[in-house]
């Protein structure tokens, strides 16, 4: 299975040890195909421009969106890349699960709640804790599915 990660970069890089911990786990369930966004060492400027630019992170992320099985994203930190994926992922009829942890005091964007219709777009709130727990419960589901 091909997931895809989301993940908070130039939105500001508070959580990474989080999707970290999201990414490990991920990986006993596939690919990870966007894995650099839980690397520690990611700054908030993101990728380096010598890759070949924002075009070039743009398009190779859409590719692999295009390609995947199952988006997963953190989506606690704001992030309008985070966000532009997710709107791009639902426009290509992508299962989408969002964990938002409640302890952050933040109000989650109401056009990420809003869009939740429980088959294709899920959005849990979790604990920190809870992360592995959570995504067990989530692919335990869609195997059954
Ligand atoms: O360097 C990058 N590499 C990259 O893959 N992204 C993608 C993956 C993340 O899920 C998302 C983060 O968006 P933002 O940087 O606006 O927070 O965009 C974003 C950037 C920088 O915007």
């Known amino acids: 299975m091909k997931i895809y990660f989301c993940g908070s970069i130039r939105g500001g890089r508070n959580d990474v040890h989080v999707y970290r911990r999201i990414v490990e786990k991920l990986r ?3 690919t990870v195909l966007t894995e650099h966004v839980s690397s520690s060492e990611l700054t908030d400027s993101g990728e380096d421009a010598k890759t070949g630019g924002d075009k070039f992170i743009h398009d ?4 692999w969106l295009r390609q995947a ?3 997963v ?5 704001p992030s309008l890349g985070v966000g ?5 992922a ?3 009829r992508k299962k989408v699960l969002c964990l938002f942890r409640l302890s952050s005091q933040r109000t989650l964007s109401a056009m990420i709640r ?8 899920v959005v849990r709130d979790y604990r920190e804790d809870e992360a592995e727990n959570v995504l067990e419960e989530f692919f335990t589901n869609l195997r059954r599915m």
């Open 73 to 77: 994203a953190e989506v606690t930190q």
């Open 28 to 30: 006993s369930y596939g």
């Open 84 to 88: 532009y994926e997710l709107g791009r």
């Open 90 to 92: 639902i426009d290509m």
């Open 114 to 121: 809003g869009a939740e219709d429980r088959e294709l777009f």
């Open 69 to 71: 099985d199952l988006v």
């Open 60 to 63: 190779r992320d859409m590719d």
